[in-house]
Antibody, heavy 118, light 107 residues
Framework: EVQLVESGGGLIQPGGSLRLSCAAS????????MSWVRQAPGRGLEWVSS????????YYADSVKGRFTLSKDNSKNTLYLQMNFLRAEDTAVYYC???????????WGLGALVTVSS | EIVMTQSPATLSVSPGERVTLSCRAS??????LAWYQQKPGQAPRLLIY???SRATGFPARFSGSGSGTEFTLTISSLQSEDFAVYYC?????????FGGGTTVEIK
């Protein structure tokens, strides 16, 4: 059974940093691309970032480019999202997502809430 | 960036009715289109991929169609458990983009 468990969310002040982690199990982590998708309170889904299976290339939404860094540790079956210079508009539930061929999401984590507020 | 537009924003439907949701892309995405279902307080679930392939766990009353810029999600006979928000997403090109969602609510 595929499981994706996010951790690291919480309340952070504007301008601060936070690192989200996603522990993956139930599939061969090194063989699949991964993504983060976020959802602001009462809003729709927004793609944040994706990383190729080997972890050698990442892609970012313009809204987070230069502030967020996505990495993948295939030896630990863990995905990381380093978020710097956080803004109020980054407040959202962040979902860890397993990508299938073509980067659609076939499995989702339960989400981690990030609240950016003073 | 490819903009995905879903219509209508909200659909009020009675159980047993046939439902058609629309998703339009601002440029061709070929068949690189997925649909997700999200219920309140839950993570989304993959419903359709490749525009028309149904994901594991969803019954045959759900079907997807279309290619290029026009896509449709059809629920042949709406059941109580189908009331949810439905999102489309293109994965033809970066950045990946989602539609704004269609809420299917009880009439």
């Amino acid at each position: 059974e595929v499981q994706l468990v996010e951790s690291g969310g919480g309340l952070i002040q504007p301008g601060g940093s936070l690192r989200l982690s996603c522990a993956a199990s139930g599939f061969t982590f090194s063989s699949f691309a991964m993504s983060w998708v976020r959802q602001a309170p009462g809003r729709g889904l927004e793609w944040v970032s994706s990383i190729r299976a080997p972890g050698d290339k990442s892609y970012y939404a313009d809204s987070v480019k230069g502030r967020f860094t996505l990495s993948k540790d295939n030896s630990k079956n863990t995905l990381y999202l380093q978020m710097n210079f956080l803004r109020a508009e980054d407040t959202a539930v962040y979902y860890c997502a397993k990508a299938n061929s073509g980067f659609y999401v076939d499995y989702w984590g339960l989400g981690a809430l990030v609240t950016v507020s003073s | 960036e490819i903009v995905m537009t879903q219509s209508p924003a909200t659909l009020s439907v009675s159980p047993g009715e046939r439902v058609t949701l629309s998703c339009r892309a601002s440029q061709s995405v070929s068949s690189n289109l997925a649909w997700y279902q999200q219920k309140p307080g839950q993570a989304p679930r993959l419903l359709i991929y490749g525009a028309s392939s149904r994901a594991t766990g969803f019954p045959a009353r759900f079907s997807g169609s279309g290619s290029g810029t026009e896509f449709t999600l059809t629920i042949s006979s709406l059941q109580s458990e189908d009331f949810a928000v439905y999102y489309c997403q293109q994965y033809e090109s970066w950045p990946l983009t989602f539609g704004g969602g269609t809420t299917v609510e009880i009439k």
